[in-house]
């Protein structure tokens, strides 16, 4: 009988047994506390400029979270397995200059536009835009200065049985082409279960887009492991954007069924990650949108499962965002190092990015991320683990 992820975490516990951290050689008990403790600040180096750089530990319901101020990273993200033993699941760096030099946006918070906008070009209210354009000709998360590389005021919280952060950062109006003042506003949750849940708001003076995310690249057998083509992956969507080769949704919503991108029922990743698709040839792998079947709802619903059979570690996503990006980390080739000391190498890692779809301000059918004064942009994604 396999046994789920807080019985293991009590066992452990009154057992007093050691779970080792991947990577690190570190003994640490597998203590689970579901009251979670106050998040702890410790420094996390500096910036060319002299800016300090810290990170805030947090611990609830068996999940530890480590955050940097430097663009709300998750550092690291650890969990215990089937059998109690704690590894890193997400990619990172020890070290800032890492982050700031080298970093494929490892656990960042992405903004103000997730994913691609071609030729980092739109028209809004009859006004047209260029982006900052840091992809080929195509502007990617934000441009070359996203909110992955600023500095976010972090606020930590304790409420009821929860812990978290607060990450404010205000983006100028016109900073990185976009138009408006926008204010954000993110929040990092531990629940007393374990779940890590993630709150976006925002607001505009001036009509502009908006398209918050997270870029965690997950590895659910520890980072640095190797590769994830034997986790097992299920998508609740029917359809997926493809794209051009500059990975810019063409506007069509193609049929996933009889394809390499039909994931309704959780398979292996690697299963047909080479079956010559043209999508996967011009991709390296998966690297598209998936139009959840549910479309935008009010409240987040399940919509894709990811589990690694070798440590029985599971990851539920849900969303209220119609779309989900599914990158199966094909653009990383051995040359970073980790938090573990290992290399990271091409489909050692992958990304489930809920989302409005890429290029969306250039697509009139789909859904819009237009942002106008006195709204409020609101959207919530919410990762829980097991075991």
């Known amino acids: 009988m396999e046994l789920n992820r807080r019985t293991v975490i009590a066992g452990a516990a009154a057992a007093g047994l050691a779970a080792t951290t991947l990577g690190t050689g570190n003994a640490q008990a597998a203590t689970g506390s579901a009251s979670g403790r106050k998040p702890v ?11 300090k750089i ?6 609830n319901g068996g999940t530890r979270l480590k955050v940097l101020n430097w663009g709300g990273v998750v550092q690291s993200l650890e969990l215990p397995d089937r059998h109690g033993h704690y590894a890193n699941v997400s990619l990172g760096f020890d070290n800032i200059d890492d982050y700031v030099a080298k970093t494929p946006y490892f656990g960042a918070l992405i903004g103000r536009y997730g994913n691609r906008i ?27 200065q996203g909110f992955d590389k600023h500095v976010w005021d972090v606020e930590p919280f304790t409420k009821g049985s929860d812990v978290g952060l607060h990450l404010h950062y205000t983006s100028v109006d016109g900073e990185m082409g976009y138009p408006g003042t926008l204010k954000a506003k993110v929040t990092y949750t531990l629940t007393k279960h374990g779940d890590w849940r993630i709150d976006y708001e925002a607001t505009t003076d001036k009509a502009t887009v908006v398209n918050l995310t997270s870029h965690v690249y997950w590895n659910l057998a520890g980072e640095g492991s190797g590769t994830i083509e ?17 990975l810019i ?11 390499p991108f039909d994931f309704r029922h959780a398979k292996p990743i690697g299963r047909d990650i080479r079956a010559g698709h043209e999508q996967q040839v011009q991709a390296k792998g998966y690297d598209h949108n998936w139009a959840l ?31 989900l ?30 989302q409005h779809f890429p290029d969306s301000p250039n697509h009139a059918d789909f859904p819009s991320t237009v942002l106008r004064p006195g709204q409020t942009y609101r959207t919530t994604t919410i990762h829980t683990f097991s075991a």
């Open 249 to 259: 949704p063409t506007g069509e919503l193609a049929k996933v069924g009889g394809t």
């Open 293 to 323: 079947d549910k479309g935008i709802t009010a409240k987040p619903e399940h919509v894709a499962t990811l589990r690694d059979p070798r440590s029985g570690r599971t990851l539920k996503i849900a969303t209220d965002q119609p779309g």
């Open 54 to 59: 810290y990170r805030w530990s947090l611990e």
């Open 41 to 51: 600040k410790e420094p996390f180096g500096k910036l060319a400029d002299g800016t």
């Open 230 to 246: 034997d986790h097992e992956l299920r998508i609740a969507a029917a359809r997926y954007t493809p794209t051009d080769s500059g």
């Open 325 to 354: 990006q599914f990158y199966s980390g094909n653009f990383l080739d051995g040359t970073l190092t980790g938090t573990g000391g290992r290399t990271y190498r091409q489909g050692d890692a992958l990304c489930l990015e809920t």
């Open 118 to 144: 071609a030729k980092g070009q739109f028209t809004l209210d009859g006004k047209s835009y260029q982006l900052s354009v840091n992809d080929g000709v195509n502007s990617l998360h934000g441009g070359k």
